[in-house]
Nanobody, 127 residues
Framework: QVQLVESGGGLVQAGDSLRLSCAVS????????MGWFRQAPGKEREFVAA??????????YYADSVKGRFTISRDNAKSTVYLQMNSLKPEDTAIYYC??????????????????WGQGTQVTVSS
């Protein structure tokens, strides 16, 4: 059974940093696309970042709104995916979800490209 468990969310001030973690069990993180999405109140879920599987080159992808501020990475030994978030802004406030998808997914920017999701972790950035 595949499980994804996020942690690391919290309340921070604008300009601060946070690192989210996604602990994965039931599948090898390096063999699958791993992504982060977020959903703010009253808004649709949106893509944040993704890292491709090892066979797809372990490439990273970012939404324009977070490029240069957020970094996605994975630790294969710990079976964990991270989202380092720097220079946080109030508009980054949302529930952040970790997701896992097929190794050669071409749909990593949309939710349908993933087959397993975590329960989410709240990130709140005050101004």
């Amino acid at each position: 059974q595949v499980q994804l468990v996020e942690s690391g969310g919290g309340l921070v001030q604008a300009g601060d940093s946070l690192r989210l973690s996604c602990a994965v069990s039931g599948r090898t993180v390096s063999n699958y696309f791993m992504g982060w999405f977020r959903q703010a109140p009253g808004k649709e879920r949106e893509f944040v970042a993704a890292i491709s599987s090892r066979i797809a080159g372990s490439s990273t992808y970012y939404a324009d709104s977070v490029k240069g501020r957020f970094t996605i990475s994975r630790d294969n030994a710990k079976s964990t995916v991270y989202l380092q978030m720097n220079s946080l802004k109030p508009e980054d406030t949302a529930i952040y979800y970790c997701a896992s998808g097929p190794p050669l997914s071409g749909r990593y920017r949309i939710g349908l490209g993933y087959d397993y999701w975590g329960q989410g972790t709240q990130v709140t950035v005050s101004s």
